[in-house]
Nanobody, 117 residues
Framework: VQLQASGGGLVQTGGSLRLSCAASGRIFSSTSMAWLRQGPGKERELIANIRWGAGNTYYPGSVKGRFTIYRDKGEKTVDLQMDSLKPEDTAVYYC???????????WGQGTLVTVSS
């Protein structure tokens, strides 16, 4: 599987942005697809995960209710809808795939999201 992320940019506080991750190759139903981010001076953080087959989702408290992860099996895409953005959401966002939540072995390139105050 290869992953290609897109959709980053500059947005004002309170605004919305949608990131997209296009996957190529075979994706198993058990595969966990995720979005992670790394802000300036911060550690990388998991922000959304979705099980490819069943569609089960996971979000940490920092983004729950504001971010939504979607997957389109036909298009082989995993999107991240980000609403009510805050300056602290500024980061490089990565899509990733792996066998379970938190265990990602395939990474796309990062896409920068900047939220201005």
């Amino acid at each position: 599987v290869q992953l290609q992320a897109s959709g980053g940019g500059l947005v004002q506080t309170g605004g919305s942005l949608r990131l997209s991750c296009a996957a190529s190759g075979r994706i198993f139903s058990s595969t966990s697809m995720a979005w992670l981010r790394q802000g300036p001076g911060k550690e990388r953080e998991l922000i959304a995960n979705i099980r490819w087959g069943a569609g089960n989702t996971y979000y940490p408290g920092s983004v729950k209710g504001r971010f939504t992860i979607y997957r389109d099996k036909g298009e082989k895409t995993v999107d991240l809808q980000m609403d009510s953005l805050k300056p602290e959401d500024t980061a490089v966002y990565y899509c990733a795939a792996g066998t379970s939540v938190g265990d990602y072995t395939i990474w796309g390139q990062g896409t920068l999201v900047t939220v201005s105050s």
